[in-house]
């Protein structure tokens, strides 16, 4: 019995590896074969609508880098403390364009002393004085004024021509002689012009002129609207006088004796 019984588990564990283990030269039936797939990654979930909110609101934002100092010029204007000379300058500028009809600005290029004397005494002689002022007093001056745009016109040595009296011809015939002066524009009776508009402006018939021309055609036409008045009745009178002669009777007499002696 207890040799039976020792066998008995002997038998079924060989009857098991042989009903299990497959036998040499046998493929089962079906085979478990691993296709290959992607790794499995977690996806990350989608942040919530308000959560980005408060991140975006909340993010760090760096502050600029500012430039270093000195890089730029400074935004302060430093205001300078303008001197008695300056202040006694600027108030004979205002004279001179309270005064003055006319005040040209030009450019003087490497002008001697000697040619600039003889300028001198030609435009004197038609009543122009030559006036030098620095051109920081003169841009001083211009600034915040009526006259600010002429500011542009004072870069480099300029020299203003000035009278009481607009007289332009004159001061461009002597400027012709004196080829190293450069007429760069001016204010004329108030009005800014160029170095072409004063050239234009002096081709225009003097004030005189004008007003000589339009009392003759004035005179003209009054003398031809009293003419015209005149003749209406003159000739009405001519033609009453024609027709009292016709019938009076010396007329009528005149006229038989005249057909008698045809």
């Known amino acids: 019995m207890t040799t039976s019984g020792a066998g008995f588990p002997a038998k079924m564990a060989t009857t098991l590896c042989l ?45 600029e880098r500012g430039a270093p100092p000195g890089a730029y010029p ?22 001179v364009f309270q005064d003055c009809k006319m005040i040209a600005v030009v450019q003087n290029n490497a002008s001697n002393a000697e040619d600039m004397m003889i300028l001198k005494h030609r435009l004197h002689k038609h009543g122009i004085t030559v006036k030098f002022f ?29 009278s009481k009296e607009p007289k332009v011809k004159e001061m461009l015939t002597t400027l012709r002689s004196s080829p190293q002066m450069t007429l760069l524009g001016g204010c004329i009776e108030n009005m800014l012009l160029s170095a072409p508009g004063i050239v234009s402006y002096s081709k225009l018939p003097s004030v005189t002129v004008v007003q000589g021309e339009l009392v003759s055609g004035l005179t003209v036409l009054t003398s031809h609207t009293a003419s015209m008045i ?3 009745p003159a000739h009405l009178s001519a033609l009453l006088q024609q027709y009292l002669k016709q019938q009076s009777p010396d007329s009528a007499e005149g006229t038989p004796k005249a057909e008698e002696a045809t």
Do not use: C
């Open 230 to 232: 005149r003749h209406h």
């Open 74 to 95: 400074s935004k302060i204007k430093q205001v300078q403390q303008e001197s008695g000379l300056m202040l006694l300058l600027k108030r004979e500028l205002k004279t």
């Open 134 to 162: 620095p051109n920081q007093v003169t841009r001083s001056f211009l600034d915040g004024s009526i006259y600010s745009n002429m500011a542009p016109l004072f870069i480099g040595p300029t020299v203003l021509f000035v």
């Open 19 to 63: 009903k299990l283990l497959p036998k040499q030269g046998w493929l089962p039936l079906t085979q478990s074969v691993r296709h290959g797939s992607k790794a499995v990654t977690r996806h990350r979930k989608p942040m919530h609508i308000l959560k980005q909110k408060i991140m975006a609101v909340t993010q760090y934002i760096p502050p």
